[in-house]
């Protein structure tokens, strides 16, 4: 890899991080494409700055793949104390995933056989990381849901904010998970107003292997829309996981650009689909020289790109005016010119959603019970 590449300062954990994951070729082992600057700041952190890197790693769900990087770095530059932080860290984090693929692993058995049948969604997109909580998608009655999870897991439902009310899901907890089981029943979309595109995603999933375990997952296609749904028109932030996760899934596995499109179109959200792609695009070129591959007909309907998004608040920051109100005045435009009018109502409550949790978050310190 060329010098030329290294074009930002590494005193930032997450310029750091981003170079780490981005900037190393996936099959190059030894690292040797590693530019003497960044050896050197690999080299120079300490253990305030190993910390502030995991929490960020952490916040971002690439703790595995992060420590990963920096272990092999650190043992490269010879027996140090630095090796141990990072084996400990993996260690750590590898043991949560471990317990909570056990436990998603029972949890879909155990729906499927009951004949709620469910897909996982977002949750291990990140493998061999894994999100804060666990996200599944099912079509079945959210009474059977709520109703076999009680009896079979001891679930108990914790409380519902205005957002999840709208988007109609639920999150559970489990004893001995820590983490949150997010279902989403029948809708998706920050309203609940992805009818359509919901009904397919269990028809439209795919199986994965993860070591020996088999889990059913969204289709390629839904994987990369239901990430636009929660970045461009919901949160309004990357994490560093979506880009590299979006980088891995389209090199490794590959996408139908033409069925990505399609549906996405059908949706109603195919400019927030591809401005997405063209945001992951742009800062993969920025940390490694080389973007996406990515055909004509994403770039053109791309309504913005990685130069819009700025670093705040340990994420990658999306403009909400103008870029991000396009982007959601075209999917209710879209929705409206369909005459989906239940689907349009739910969207359009949106902004006064969004209010109510800023007017919250400033009272109260806590959007809690409405976003």
Known sequence: ????????????????????????????????????????????????QFDDMLALANSNHVV???METLLTMFRQAG????????VNALAAERARVSNALNYLEDICAA????????????????????????????????EDVMRFLRRRFDARIAARSWGDRLASKWNFIIPGLPEAVEI?????????????????????????????QTFRVASVSDRLMISTL???????????CDIVDTVELTEKVGVDYADLRSAAMDADIWEGV??????????TQKYRGIGLNLPLSARSAARFG?????????????PIMPESVELYSMQLGGLLRKRELQSGARLSLLPWLATAAVVGQKMTGSDKGIW
């Open 111 to 142: 729906l499927d056989s009951e004949g709620l049948n469910v897909a996982v969604i977002k949750s291990l997109d990140h493998w061999p990381d894994l999100g804060s909580d666990i996200d599944l998608y099912t079509d079945a009655q959210p």
């Open 184 to 212: 989403h029943m029948g809708r998706l979309g920050q309203t609940g107003e992805q009818v359509n595109m919901a009904s397919r995603i269990l028809k439209r999933s795919r199986q994965v292997q993860i070591g020996e």
């Open 79 to 86: 027996g140090d104390i630095r090796i141990e932080w990072a």
């Open 64 to 66: 595995v793949r992060g």
């Open 306 to 318: 990685g130069k819009e998004i700025y670093y705040a608040k340990e994420f990658l920051r999306i």
């Open 274 to 283: 591809a401005t997405y792609l063209a945001i992951v695009s742009d800062y």
């Open 1 to 48: 890899m060329e010098n030329t590449v290294m074009q930002y300062p590494l005193e930032s954990s997450m310029t750091l991080l981003s170079h780490l994951l981005l900037a190393l070729p996936d099959d190059d082992t030894s690292y040797t494409s590693a530019t003497e600057e960044l050896r050197f700041a690999v080299g120079k952190i300490n253990r305030a």
């Open 230 to 240: 929660q970045r461009m028109y919901r949160h309004f932030y990357f994490r560093l």
